[in-house]
């Protein structure tokens, strides 16, 4: 799938239920060509939801429920930043 990113919704400092470091950097984006393809031994399904139906998911049907919670609020308050502070990839 090809993905162009738009905006960026943050960034996310936090410690995993595995006790793990993380540092989350979250993006917008919009398809701009192919399919999702899915391995098998990986992910076993996928769909596409709207932001607004996440609010309506149990902390038990979510991956660390307190990040995503405040990735989805910052989403609804459209508090997203430009992408004009990431450089380009680079072609060589």
């Known amino acids: ?3 162009k990113l738009i905006a960026a919704a943050g ?3 936090f410690i995993s239920r595995t006790k793990n470091q993380v540092i989350l950097f979250h993006f917008i984006g919009e398809v701009t060509g192919g399919s999702i ?5 990986e992910i076993s399904d ?3 939801i709207k932001v607004s139906d996440l609010v ?8 660390e429920p307190n990040v995503i919670k ?3 609020d910052n989403l609804l308050k459209e508090n997203v ?3 004009s502070v990431y450089n380009e990839q680079l072609i060589q």
């Open 1 to 3: 799938m090809d993905i």
């Open 11 to 13: 960034v996310y400092n």
């Open 37 to 41: 393809k899915l391995e098998e031994d």
């Open 46 to 48: 996928c769909k596409w």
């Open 56 to 63: 309506t998911f149990e902390n038990e049907d979510l991956r």
């Open 70 to 72: 405040q990735i989805i």
């Open 81 to 83: 930043h430009s992408m």
